[in-house]
């Protein structure tokens, strides 16, 4: 993922963006999410500082990024790892899709597609006694821990600093935000698997 940003960087090159707005625009998305789905107002608080904390940012950096990524988007071929689909989300309009944003996007997204695996399997292996689901609910918990944090440090190469740590929690906020209402909608038996997410978020605080 990495290196695919750097390809994208040098290929198509960056610009800036004032992080106003896009904090605004996670901002309006929380708020229309909130008119769907209720177990959202519990969040909506810490979430609404995490985002005015990246709209003080001001304007930083962005690019071309994947816009959609997560462990669907990737093919682990006899040559190594490759990232497919680059058409971004289908909900969005197609020039909001191919719009610069933060690289902080994309690996937000990878890591949020860790703990649904994970939860998935929690919900779908079957279990029948209270022991073997909290051993089942503790090694998804360890499963997407190990992997998102092996993920993370294999992309950035260090420890992120203060702005990467808050970027990052913002887009995995907005992420799974957009996810209760996907689940709200569609599969309304999993919306806890990103109201999970959620609660998670805004119990770590801003980085």
Do not use: C
Not at 19 to 42: H, K, S, T, Y
Not at 107 to 115: E, N, W
Not at 139 to 158: I, K, P, T, V
Not at 182 to 195: C, F, G, K
Request: glycine share 6%; hydrophobic share 45%.
């Amino acid at each position: 993922v990495a290196e695919v940003h750097r390809d994208l960087a040098a290929t198509l090159g960056t610009e800036t963006a004032d992080f106003a707005e896009i904090a605004a625009q996670m901002r309006q998305r929380l708020d229309a999410a909130a008119d769907v789905v209720p177990e959202l107002a519990e969040h909506r608080s810490a979430l609404a500082d995490t985002f005015e904390q990246v709209a003080a940012l001001g304007k930083r950096p962005v690019q071309r990024i994947h816009g959609d990524l997560h462990l669907g988007q990737t093919l682990r071929t006899v040559k190594g790892w490759k990232i497919v689909d680059f058409e971004g989300e289908p909900a969005k309009p197609l020039a909001e899709r191919t719009r610069p944003d933060s690289v902080w996007r994309d690996v937000a997204g990878m890591l949020r597609s860790f703990d649904y695996a994970a939860r998935v399997v929690e919900r779908t292996m079957g279990t029948d006694t209270p022991a073997s689901v909290e051993q089942l609910a503790f090694r998804a918990r360890e499963w997407a821990a190990h992997n998102s944090d092996a993920f993370l440090s294999s992309y950035a190469g260090r420890e992120l600093d203060h702005e990467e740590g808050l970027l990052l929690a913002a887009y995995q906020a907005d992420k799974a935000v957009y996810e209760a209402v996907y689940e709200t909608r569609n599969r309304p038996a999993w919306v806890s698997i990103p109201l999970g997410a959620l609660a998670r978020i805004t119990a770590a605080g801003t980085p």
